[in-house]
């Protein structure tokens, strides 16, 4: 399924500012103060990169769908 939404669930838990996601893929993510979803950004494009950060960001606070 394509992914249509991607944000910062801070919820239970919050962004530590690591970077990672910012590493994986500075197309759709963009690490200032906290994480941020670029504008704009092609999700389709950068599926696999978008799972991968989620999976990957040691505060599990990003989300997608
Ligand atoms: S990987 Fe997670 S904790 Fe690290 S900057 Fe990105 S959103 Fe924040």
């Known amino acids: 399924m394509a992914i249509t939404k991607v944000w910062l ?3 239970s838990d919050e ?3 690591c970077g990672a996601c910012e ?14 979803v670029n504008e704009g950004a092609d999700f389709n ?7 991968d950060a989620a ?11």
């Open 15 to 17: 962004c530590i500012s």
């Open 45 to 51: 494009a950068f599926e696999a990169e978008i799972k």
């Open 23 to 36: 590493s994986v893929c500075s197309d759709v993510f963009a690490v200032n103060d906290k994480m941020s």
């Open 9 to 11: 669930d801070e919820s």
């Open 55 to 65: 999976s990957s960001c040691p505060a599990g606070v990003i989300k997608y769908e």
